[in-house]
């Protein structure tokens, strides 16, 4: 079904052509583009088409858009109000208030799918993201990873697309040596062994001590073995599902839901890293220089060449994650879509080298790079670990703000841009915490229907030209322009849009509602009121819904 505001483009378009038409104006190969303007006071729709066509029909942009706007209005009465030329040449559009409160019963019909389209055409697109070291605890740029991936996995879905989450875990190589190594020594410490010096490069955190206790708890009988990189590989394997485990918790507890999780472990067992070096051969894209094999990754791109295996034999990093994202689209994606961390610019340019090098589009892989995050309280930097580590985690976060505000901050930010994140602001229960504002505003229009159902069983007839008030109009405008965000945040890959939408729709909410009653003697405008508040909670659900952010009835 085709928003209003689409529907009204369409209309705009087809009402422009058979004016250009009429008057032997050539319009190819420029394209008609209505949008809704950057700043209010422009109309609600707008078009530069007399900008772009002045020059090739001789004739002033502002002057060819004063002929236009007699013969549209007479195309466009039924959904137009008014047509102004405005500025240098633009045409702008004012909507028929009636007709634009007919959002309201789009809304109503389609409840939280308002908005949706089919968009995608069921396209598959894999999101990978947070897949942290299975060596530690999810610290917060994990939490910002988890809350953009799983958004921007529910936008893609609310637009057509079949988008699915994974997590890759990093459960080979000599981390997990060094992590066996660590929950060794910690159980020789439960066991009474006094450490008087830690080894270098061996992971020292607390939460080490938990791991090595839930193994002991697992293993009573366990003695203690001569320690060899063969029993450090066992203890790390046992580290390493366990914390992955507790980020999975951890992850759902944040309302972030895998649906595949892919082991590096596996990868390997396979035979997928040899088997990756001997397809790129094949291609005549690897080289041998000075005992090491290189990719030839320049040939596509890339700023050097990339070592796959070095000359004592042993793999890069590369490979495996080379391997990997080959599956990825061998398993049937169209779009491959990565979430790193800041400290992975360098990643970008050899990936997509190899992608192209494999015969797949490698504008279809797209590298997002999420930035850091530092936590403030009254513009001073907080450390807040619990437990005396070098890093806040994602867990302390939740529990120290809760899951909604957090995934809110991360979300409302573009990815790309540092962020601080303001404990205090987010602490906070009141008006002044953006997220509590926009779920006060659904909260107090549930409070209104609940009200008005006492008395009322449905809202039967209505009548939408009673919604003619300033502040009325200007809520069913937001209302109308929600599958334009919807769809735009999935174009850009921007959830960050769909927060800014939200503030927008919540202080039109509020302020519609300080100005004028919803429930009063005149029943007809009543019920108006009562179905624009109704269809302005539905939407509130379906964004915050997307954000995974929850919808309270009481505040």
């Not at 919604?467 to 109308?480: C, D, K, V």
């Amino acid at each position: 079904m085709a928003s209003r505001l689409d529907t009204a483009r369409e209309s705009i378009i087809r009402a422009i052509e058979s004016w250009l038409a009429a008057h032997e104006i050539a319009l190819a190969p420029t394209r008609i583009e209505v949008d809704v303007p950057s700043e209010e006071g422009h109309g609600d729709l707008t078009s530069s088409i007399c900008l772009k066509i002045g020059k090739s029909v001789r004739k002033a942009p502002r002057a060819l858009a004063e002929d236009m706007v007699s013969g549209l209005e007479g195309q466009l009465g039924a959904i137009v109000s008014d047509i102004e030329a405005a500025g240098p040449g633009f045409l702008n559009f004012t909507l028929s208030t009636s007709w634009l409160a007919e959002v309201v019963n789009d809304i109503r019909i389609q409840g939280i799918d308002y908005g949706h389209s089919q968009w995608g055409q069921g396209e598959r697109i894999l999101i990978e993201f947070v897949s942290a070291n299975p060596t530690g605890p999810l610290v917060i740029v994990s939490g910002r990873a988890a809350a953009v991936g799983d958004a921007l996995a529910r936008i893609f879905r609310a637009n057509g697309f079949k988008a699915d989450r994974e997590f890759y875990v990093n459960n080979a190589g000599n981390q997990i040596v060094k992590l066996g190594q660590a929950i060794y020594l910690r159980i020789l410490e439960l066991q009474g062994t006094k450490m008087e010096l830690w080894p270098e490069g061996v992971y020292p955190g607390q939460y080490v001590i938990d791991i090595a206790r839930q193994y002991l708890n697992e293993n009573p009988n366990w003695s203690q073995p001569a320690p060899d990189d063969r029993l450090y590989a066992h203890l790390g394997d046992f580290g390493a599902e366990y914390l992955r485990s507790r980020q999975e918790n951890i992850l759902r507890r944040f309302n972030v839901e895998f649906e595949n999780w892919m082991s590096e472990k596996d990868l390997r067992s396979q035979g997928a890293p040899q088997a990756i070096i001997e397809r790129l051969e094949r291609l005549g894209c690897v080289k041998t220089e000075e005992g090491a094999k290189w990719f030839l990754s320049t040939q596509f791109g890339d700023d050097k060449d990339r070592v796959l295996v070095k000359s004592d034999g042993n793999y890069t990093y590369f490979v495996p994650d080379a391997a990997y994202h080959a599956g990825k689209f061998e398993r049937g994606y169209d779009w491959v879509i990565d979430l790193l961390g800041p400290d992975h610019h360098g990643y970008v340019g050899r990936m997509r080298a190899l992608v192209q090098a494999l015969g797949f589009q490698s504008d279809h892989l797209d590298i997002m790079i999420i930035q850091w995050v530092r936590l403030v309280r009254n513009n001073e930097v907080v450390r807040m670990s619990k437990r005396g580590g070098q890093f806040v985690t994602l867990e302390e976060l939740i529990d120290e703000v809760g899951v909604d505000p957090s995934r809110y901050f991360f979300l409302e930010r573009a990815p790309n841009t540092p962020m601080d994140f303001d404990l205090g602001l987010a602490e906070l229960k009141n008006n002044d915490n953006p997220v509590y504002y926009i779920q006060y505003a659904g909260a107090r229009i549930h409070s209104v229907i609940q009200q008005w159902r006492q008395s009322h069983q449905d809202l039967v007839a209505w009548n939408p030209g009673l919604l003619t008030q300033p502040l009325e109009r200007r809520l069913l405008f937001i209302l109308a322009r929600y599958p334009d965000v919807l769809k735009r945040a999935a174009t850009d890959k921007a959830p960050q849009y769909l927060p800014k939408y939200l503030t927008e729709l919540a202080a039109a909410f509020h302020s519609f509602y300080r100005q004028h009653r919803i429930l009063s003697e005149d029943s007809a405008l009543t019920m108006a009121r009562v179905a624009l508040s109704e269809a302005t909670l539905w939407l509130i659900r379906s964004a915050l819904g997307i954000l995974g952010i929850s919808v309270p009835e009481t505040m």
